[in-house]
């Protein structure tokens, strides 16, 4: 697990607390890219990977009305639909 230290600091102070693999890498440390996140997945199996996407799409699409509200919104266009 990372550390919040670890993703404190200046792109500049995070390029020397992480490996290089090279000038890509770097460059995207330096771009402020997420590279303890990407790690973090790599560790990750392909099934452990799914079953994350899995989860994250089934939070999505809870978070989305129902198909009758968003046909009720088309029908009112520009007025927000009301959950029934």
């Known amino acids: 697990m990372v550390t919040r230290e ?5 792109p500049s102070e995070q390029l ?3 490996p290089s693999y090279g000038p ?12 303890a996140l990407l790690e973090e997945n790599l560790r990750l199996t392909p099934a452990e990977r799914l079953a994350q996407l899995d989860q994250m799409t089934r939070l999505w699409e809870s978070t989305r009305p129902d198909e ?3 046909d009720g919104a088309a029908e009112h266009a520009g007025a927000p639909a009301r959950p029934r």
């Open 24 to 35: 890509g890498w770097d460059a995207a440390i330096a771009a402020g890219i997420d590279v």
């Open 6 to 10: 670890a993703l404190d600091g200046s």
């Open 68 to 70: 009758d509200a968003r």
């Open 16 to 18: 020397a607390r992480w």
